[in-house]
């Protein structure tokens, strides 16, 4: 099913919802209203209920959602209900952090194949992969992956993200501290950790 006109700032609080829906499952909670998930997340129930609005029949506001089922509901809508195969492209220090973090099989997404152009880094051990030449990017798609990270020097980005395009990656998220410029049908999320904290400053109230 698609969903038109839904703001993506709703579409981004999603896994927000996601995150806390599931760890209050593992706690045992059967069943959750949209206040008792507010007041996990440290979120306005309105906006809760606002933004499960735009998705239609999540259940009755007030009475509480089935956990397990507004977990699957969410997953589908976020596309998290098919296995992504996910390619990393670039094992410096940020990407073999990348790939040791756990957090991602919290949303069932699983790093299936990570490339470098370092003639040291090709062919070790990372994780469970082995660590591949970047010439092989074409391989992606009779492989079935269709993400990308890039995660190499600012001044390689565009090549990386061209190549993750030709070989039918369909979302990238982009570490390296740069713009990419990409065709309309492919999505990208920018993380810089250097800006995000560099915006903190100006919200710092004096003690
Ligand atoms: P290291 O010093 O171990 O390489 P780093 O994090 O300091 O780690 P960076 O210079 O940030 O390294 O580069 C990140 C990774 O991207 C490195 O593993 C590097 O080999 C790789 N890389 C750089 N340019 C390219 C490229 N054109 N194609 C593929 N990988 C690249």
Not at 57 to 63: A, E, L, N, R
Not at 132 to 140: I, K, P, R, Y
Not at 169 to 183: D, M
Request: net charge positive; glycine share 10%.
């Amino acid at each position: 099913m698609r969903y038109h006109k839904i703001p993506d700032e709703a579409v981004w609080r999603l896994p927000i919802y996601l995150r806390g829906l599931l760890f209050l499952a593992e706690q045992g909670r059967q069943s959750v209203s949209s206040k008792d998930l507010a007041d996990f997340l440290g979120v306005n129930p309105s906006q809760i209920r606002k933004d499960f609005s735009y998705f239609g029949d999540f259940g009755t506001p007030g009475v509480g959602y089935k956990t397990e089922t507004l977990i699957k509901q969410i997953k589908k809508i976020l596309k998290l209900d098919v296995v992504h195969k996910t390619a990393l492209v670039g094992v410096g220090n940020l990407g073999s952090a990348v790939l040791a973090y756990p957090g991602l099989r919290i949303y069932g997404l699983d790093i299936a194949a990570a490339f470098d152009n370092n003639p040291k880094k090709i062919g070790k051990r990372v994780e469970n992969l082995t660590i591949e030449d970047v010439s092989n990017l074409g391989t992606l798609r009779r492989r079935g992956i269709d993400l990308g990270i890039i995660a190499v020097p600012a001044d390689a980005a565009q090549k990386m993200a061209d190549g993750l395009v030709k070989a039918g990656v369909k979302g990238i998220l982009n570490f390296s501290p740069c713009y990419i410029e990409v065709p309309k049908k492919v999505k990208v999320v920018s993380i810089d950790i250097a800006m995000d904290l560099a915006r903190l400053p100006y919200y710092m109230r004096a003690s």
